[in-house]
T-cell receptor, first 113, second 114 residues
Framework: NAGVTQTPKFRVLKTGQSMTLLCAQDMNHEYMYWYRQDPGMGLRLIHYSVGEGTTAKGEVPDGYNVSRLKKQNFLLGLESAAPSQTSVYFC????????????FGAGTRLSVL | SQQGEEDPQALSIQEGENATMNCSYKTSINNLQWYRQNSGRGLVHLILIRSNEREKHSGRLRVTLDTSKKSSSLLITASRAADTASYFCATVNSGSGNTGKLIFGQGTTLQVKP
């Protein structure tokens, strides 16, 4: 059982470049989330989805877009990367109920030069 | 803005000792959860306590919740070197509807020395 899988694990971008981070879950969860983690800041919610075809903004959505075309996948896009987007990105999924316990991927470490 | 504040930010203890971490939050909650993060890895759920519960146990973990003070504590008893990790509290706020959104604290880094 793979759980939540994030690709890629590492990436280095130049300012202005674009990229897409992929999150895939095999647990048939309805809810999916994208977070960023910066030193001393904990996790901050970027965007989330409560079901296939739905997305919503979180706490820090600027500079990011998302799509949830299939229930098992949640994509995070950076259209024009900036150094401020250097961070570790985590995807999580959650079933409805169960108190909204979230299951996390291993993270993507992104550096924007 | 982030809701949870954790204390202490860092904690270093000897193997076998107990570790206590505290979390405070600002608004009404449905539940509060604790997660562990090993270095370079994703977060792993440890325990959940609902707003109408005051204490919960899971193995060597004990969580308390005081909704009047808007605070929670996580106690790890008889710590082991393998407990070395960062620990985060996270809340599901009462007003979050059916979104499942968690608000995370900044975390406590625990080092357990052999």
């Amino acid at each position: 059982n793979a759980g939540v899988t994030q690709t890629p694990k590492f990436r280095v971008l130049k300012t202005g470049q674009s990229m897409t981070l992929l999150c895939a879950q095999d647990m048939n969860h309805e809810y999916m989330y994208w977070y960023r983690q910066d030193p001393g800041m904990g996790l901050r919610l970027i965007h989330y989805s409560v079901g296939e075809g739905t997305t919503a903004k979180g706490e820090v959505p600027d500079g990011y877009n998302v799509s949830r075309l299939k229930k098992q996948n949640f994509l995070l896009g950076l259209e024009s990367a900036a150094p401020s987007q250097t961070s570790v990105y985590f995807c999580a999924s959650s079933p409805t109920g169960e108190g909204n316990i979230q299951y996390f991927g291993a993270g993507t470490r992104l550096s924007v030069l | 803005s982030q809701q949870g504040e954790e204390d202490p930010q860092a904690l270093s203890i000897q193997e076998g000792e107990n570790a206590t971490m505290n979390c405070s939050y600002k608004t009404s909650i449905n539940n509060l959860q604790w997660y562990r993060q090993n270095s370079g890895r994703g977060l792993v759920h440890l325990i959940l306590i609902r707003s109408n519960e005051r204490e919960k146990h899971s193995g060597r973990l004990r969580v308390t919740l005081d909704t009047s003070k808007k605070s929670s504590s996580l106690l790890i008893t008889a710590s082991r070197a393998a407990d070395t990790a960062s620990y985060f509290c996270a809340t599901v706020n009462s007003g979050s509807g059916n979104t499942g959104k968690l608000i995370f604290g900044q975390g406590t880094t625990l080092q357990v020395k052999p």
